[in-house]
């Protein structure tokens, strides 16, 4: 029986390099996105199947498991990944822009989780990965915005890692720094002037695909560049 696995935000950058990466090893994928076209060409790819929506919206997530289970009778992983940046300028505050990153960023979590974890356990137990980032551990004076919600989703993370796993639901978290995605692409520039290394979406992909076997529950895995990934350990 092969692994079904969920990813969202899976039509470019880390989520499609997870994508991939799954159905390299055998994965049945469902791709979701709130880009269609990337949603179905790399659904097409990876002969998975795709939804089309925007996971700030509950019924998204519900209609992303629903088509799990129709698709495949299962899931086994779920990796929540689709997010968006801040740039929020808090002396020129946009509160629908504001709206807008929360909704993607924390409630396509929230929501995310809550649709997943009854078909999960059904299945017999499987793992959710969020990515967070560097950002949701240390502050990101660049983006305030887009840090609180990365905050966010680490501190669900680890406050559901003791009643999921009672479910036979793993969650952890994976926080990666910058990243070669579009995501970045307005700033790559600086970092690459700067001699400062990026991740490639590929290393954070395999980084998600062994926080999905880790056997800590709601582990936080730190991913730099040039470095294996380590577990985040609070200082005190
Ligand atoms: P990306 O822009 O390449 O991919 C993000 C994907 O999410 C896109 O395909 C986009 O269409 C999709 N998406 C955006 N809004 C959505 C919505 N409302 N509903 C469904 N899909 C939506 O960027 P990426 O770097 O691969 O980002 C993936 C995740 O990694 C994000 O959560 C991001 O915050 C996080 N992250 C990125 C970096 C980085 O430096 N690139 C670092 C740390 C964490």
Redesign the pocket.
């Known amino acids: 029986m092969s692994t079904v696995a969920l990813i ?10 997870v994508a991939r990466r799954l159905a390299r090893g055998g994965a049945r994928c469902v791709i ?4 269609a076209e ?2 179905e060409r790399v659904a097409k790819e990876l002969d998975g199947v795709w939804l089309a ?4 919206a509950e019924e ?1 997530s519900l209609e992303a498991v629903a088509l799990a289970e129709r698709a495949y009778g299962r899931l086994d992983l779920v990796h929540l ?5 801040g740039g929020v300028d808090f002396a020129h505050f946009d509160v629908e822009r504001y709206r807008k990153v929360v ?3 924390v409630d ?1 979590v929230v929501f995310g989780v809550r649709a997943a974890v009854p078909l999960l356990t059904r299945s017999g137990g499987g793992a959710i990965v969020v ?5 949701g551990l240390v502050g990101f004076d660049g983006d305030p915005v ?1 840090t609180m919600t ?1 905050h966010a989703v680490v501190g669900l993370v680890r406050a559901l890692a003791g009643p999921l796993a009672r479910q036979d639901v793993r969650i952890g978290a994976v ?10 692409a307005d700033s790559k520039e600086v970092f690459v002037d700067a001699g400062f290394p ?2 490639s ?1 590929e290393e ?1 992909a395999a980084a998600v695909e062994s926080a999905f076997y880790s056997e800590v529950p709601g582990s936080l895995l730190v991913v730099q560049p040039g470095r294996q990934p380590v577990p985040y350990r609070y200082a005190g």
Do not use: E
């Open positions: 969202t935000g899976a039509a470019s950058g880390i989520g499609a390099a979701v996105d709130v880009d990337g949603a929506a925007d996971v700030s998204s990944n689709a997010g968006i940046s909704g993607v960023n396509g990515t967070a980032s560097l950002a887009y990365k926080c990666p720094g910058f990243t070669d995605t579009p995501l970045v990026l991740l979406a954070v």
